[in-house]
């Protein structure tokens, strides 16, 4: 089967940083994706990682190790507006149609 | 900005009625996902579209559930007859061909009484 796991839920203090995990055992892999999606609204794109390592988008920075089947999502200066659930969703490649195998999704918390 | 446009934005109709969907891709964008997202998990794929081919249906309920992308722009998602069960939200999601980035519509909330 395939499968991603990442935690239910995480809280944090407005200012400080967050790591969400994702964990994957899928068919197969092409790359990672980082999804964010507010509570009544869409998912919205934050950042892909196709090769090993850390890529950098102004306070959200993703890594990725293809060996451990590991990624993560790291979000700096937390701000309130950063409250959302965040998606980690496995790019299978054309031999999956481009198709994303999503998470279940990790609720994040700011507090004040 | 181009976005995925979807309407309506909210849906609330009894069982054994039917509902219809309608999504419009951003511009240029071949592929055409509809996802159904109940609350508290991640997003399930119904149906891919690759221009007006059906890519990928097998999630799909055939039995109350069609899709159609006729002239491979703006796609409608139908259910008939709506079941207590169908009650989520129901994302519409665009591509360009063989890019592992979707840009996802604002969803319609469906609610089934």
């Known amino acids: 089967g395939q499968s991603l796991e990442q935690p239910s839920e995480v809280t944090a203090v407005e200012g400080a940083i967050v790591q969400i995990n994702c964990t994957y055992q899928t068919s197969g892999f092409y790359g990672l994706s980082w999804y964010q999606q507010h509570d009544g609204g869409a998912p919205t794109f934050l950042s892909y990682n196709a090769l090993d390592g850390l890529e950098e988008t102004g306070r959200f920075s993703s890594f990725l190790s293809r060996s451990d089947s590991y990624g993560y999502l790291l979000l700096q200066e937390l701000q309130m507006k950063d409250s959302a659930s965040y998606f980690c969703?496995?790019?299978?490649?054309?031999?999956?149609?481009?198709?994303?195998?999503w998470g279940a999704g990790t609720k994040l918390i700011i507090k004040p | 900005e181009a976005e995925v446009a979807q309407s309506p934005r909210y849906k609330i109709t009894e069982k054994s009625q039917a509902v219809a969907f309608w999504c419009d891709p951003i511009?240029?964008?071949?592929?055409l996902y509809w996802y159904r997202q109940i609350l508290g998990q991640g997003p399930e794929l119904l149906v891919q579209?690759?221009?007006?081919?059906?890519?990928?249906d097998s999630q799909l309920p055939k039995d109350r559930f069609s899709a159609e992308r006729l002239k491979g722009v703006d796609s409608t998602l139908k259910i008939q007859p709506a079941e207590l069960g169908d009650s989520a939200m129901y994302l519409c999601?665009?591509?360009?061909?063989?890019?592992?980035?979707?840009?996802f519509g604002p969803g319609t909330r469906l609610l089934v009484l």
């Open positions: 579209f690759q221009d007006e081919s059906v890519v990928d």
């Open positions: 511009s240029g964008h071949a592929t």
């Open positions: 999601a665009s591509s360009f061909m063989g890019s592992e980035t979707q840009y």
């Open positions: 969703a496995v790019a299978g490649g054309p031999d999956s149609n481009y198709q994303l195998i």
